[in-house]
């Protein structure tokens, strides 16, 4: 799935006859308003553009709209020629010329070639196969898969079935993807990669130019170690991988030939396998990577193990402790780990890690005949040897891998995952057994003791914060004593006694402050007023959800503060401010450009959808805007203010409350005139970001406006009129970015709908705006169009429609 509606050219060739063809012999030429069509109508062969300026010659699915599987001259395209056309010439290549003259083979007019130098002399033809392969090949030859050149070898930013990626060592040519420009509209070769190395245990690396930003873990026989989604495939999809002298290579094949399936790394830097659902005509996402924090390249640091199940996510293994405590204690785990005792070599033992990700495996002794007993032994023998496993799993493991270097990027799996067996002194693993079954029994006991004496405690502390939570926040065991503490006057220290000049916020829980601690590290101190009945309720509720919570686009809570009534949260510190100063800023909007505000509004939905499905707890943020969406230096937005947040568990999924909670302008309408809250109302609420982003203007600055009360009526206004162009904000307008914004409207469009049952989860919008679903349902009036007073249900009270002239954060009740 490519851009936003990528036009494409698809007009039928007509080449000697008026049907259509999949192949074009040495005599033919194919012309801009021709194609190529496989066999069985599986793929097409054309010309694509976006603008009218750039021409590309690509590969796509017939049936599958908007669906580009491979560009030729990616990098090189055509300059709005209406006389280009492609040839194969008479020394055996097929060439891509932008020229009147069929004959004329002259370099100046050449933008693509397939450079292949062994076909001189020979009938050729070159044909589009079912498989999406272009192949050129001799017309009279016994095999006739031997070909000269294929665009197999070529990959741009999509493996297909049997399609191999990798190395061939012999001639030393590599076979990658890479992603399309960051736009999802330009073919042309993008930031990021996605290659095989084939050093020590070869796998597969995503990179951004060259920094690994993930690392799929090596080959164990069934599946890379690190995508243990690979293990759950059905039997129609069967991976790959070879390795030998000759090269390295991965590949997929179909069993069922009606099933359609990609791999493909997108222009945001994600790696995902994608399958068409007929029936729904979706591409569904079967695994992507990186997912969550835990797929970051070194997350945890040397001798760290990821855990995205924990908080915080990172941990030392047995025998090592932080190299850097005071970075540890603020959740970041990048200096990794250090041994807690010096090893003796000789007296060493091996600490057995079950089911992690093995560690980079690029420099690594590599045996595939030995057994773990083996390889065990040749590790210990070797006094530099800081762990080993087994390659493959199946059949109870075989092979053997031994690093000598710094552990690095292991993170750790419920299942899936392997053995790893770590070098350790011999004291961390072999005190004496009464011993340590009676400090065993001793912890246990006074384990027991203190959980029943904290437990009491917090049940009294709890009820009341959570006095409306329901019930499943009561079950969820997270105390202020989960957190990192930080001293009160290394608080005051930091921010200069919480000094006006610090202040950067407030709210009704009380005031933000900016400081910075002696290392240098910048925290934002949201300090809680003693005043604040509300605030008293957010604090709790916010140590509860957040402290779980780790993901890119959400604020990281670093630590907390309590001492006498002062109560403070400490967070990483995000120096752009929120993301409305620079939208309803004249100036400061100009920074935003559609790039930026694209990324934005992707990062926001990757930061709901974790919080919505890709947790085991599914979490209801209720209050999200603009200014809840703040800016790193990157300007990559993070989601924040979680005090109001609900937690569901289990199968809930909506709850009530008779205490409203959250911003007018953003709440949807069964939350605001009914209490009603669910997944439904956050994407509402993302519905009304995304158009006000779009626009650059408030939802709730229409409430004078002549023709509607909200920004959501206005733009239903202009999208019946046909005229939802003039919706854009002036500062992203570009013909070579309308189709892509007017999709992003649609979508927003979709989220605003009335009625919730309407309005599509938070999975299908991250499809919507990745390109993995192209057709879209018409929306339904929005919510709060018109000026009006409804009556609802069973209540005799008339409810107005909520609005407000201002963003602030408000609580009422309401009768039922």
Known sequence: MRGGYFFLFFLFITISTSTVTDTLTSSQILRRNQTLQSLKGSFVLGFISRTSSNIYLAIWYKDIPDTVVWVANRDNPLQNSTDSFLKITDDGNIVLLNSSSVSNNNNNNLVWSSNQTNAKNQVLVLQLLDTGNLVLRETNVNDPTKYLWQSFDHPTDTLLPNMTMGWNINDKTEKYLTSWKITGDDPSSGDYSFKVDFHGLPEVFLRNDDTIIYRSGPWNGERFSGVPEMQNSTDSIVFSFTSNKHGVNYSFSIGNKSTFSRLVVNSNGQLQRLTWVQSNKTWTTFWYSPKDQCDEYKECGPYGVCDSNASPVCKCMKGFRPKNKQFWKLRDGSDGCVMDKDLDCD?????????????????????????????????????????????????????????????????????????????????????????????????????????????????????????????????????????????????????????????????????????????????????????????????????????????????????????????????????????????????????????????????????????????????????????????????????????????????????????????????????????????????????????EIISGKKNTSFYNHEEAISLLGYVWKLWKKGEIVSLIDSEIYNPNNVDHVLRCIHIGLLCVQETAKERPTMTKVVSMLNNDIDKFPRPCQPAFVERQIEDRGESSQQVRVLSSLNDVTVTSLHGR
């Open 347 to 691: 007296s060493d033992k091996f600490y057995r890690m079950e089911n992690v990700k093995l560690p980079d495996t690029t420099s690594v002794f590599v045996n595939r005949t030995m057994d773990i007993d083996e390889c065990g032994e040749l590790c210990h023998r070797n006094c530099s040897c800081t762990g080993y496993a087994n390659i493959y799993i199946s059949n109870g493991g075989s092979g053997c891998v031994t690093w000598s270097d710094e552990l690095n990027d292991i993170r750790s799996y419920p299942d899936g995952g392997q053995d790893l067996f770590v070098r350790l002194a011999a004291s961390e693993l072999d005190e004496n057994r009464d011993v340590k079954r009676n400090v065993k029994a001793i912890i246990i006991a006074t384990v027991i003791a203190a959980t029943f004496i904290v437990v009491i405690c917090t049940y009294f502390l709890w009820s009341r914060a959570s006095k409306y939570s329901g019930k499943t926040n009561q079950e969820i065991e997270v105390k202020v004593e989960d957190l990192p503490i930080f001293e009160f006057k290394n608080i005051l220290t930091a921010t200069n006694n919480f000094d006006l000049a610090n202040k950067i916020g407030q709210g009704g829980f009380g005031s933000v402050y900016k400081g910075e601690l002696p290392d240098g590290l910048e925290i934002a101190v949201k300090r809680l007023s003693k005043a604040s009945g509300q605030g008293q309720e957010e604090f709790m509720n916010e140590v509860i959800v957040i402290s779980k919570l780790q993901h890119r686009n959400l604020v990281r809570l670093l630590g907390c503060c309590i001492k006498g009534e002062e109560k403070m949260l400490v967070y990483e510190y995000m120096p752009n401010n929120s993301l409305d100063f620079y939208l309803f800023d004249p100036i400061q909007k100009q920074v935003l450009d559609w790039q930026k505000r694209s990324y934005i509004i992707e990062g926001i939905s990757r930061g709901l959808l974790y919080l919505h499905r890709d947790l085991r707890l599914r979490i209801i943020h209720r209050d999200l805007k603009l200014g809840n969406i703040l800016l790193d230096g990157n300007l990559n937005p993070k989601i924040s203010d979680f005090g109001m947040a609900k937690i569901f568990g289990g199968t809930e999924n909506e709850g009530n409350t008779r205490r409203i909670m959250g911003t007018y302008g953003y709440m949807s309408p069964e939350y605001a005139m009914e209490g009603l809250f669910s997944e439904k109302s956050d994407v509402f609420s993302f519905g009304v970001m995304l158009l």
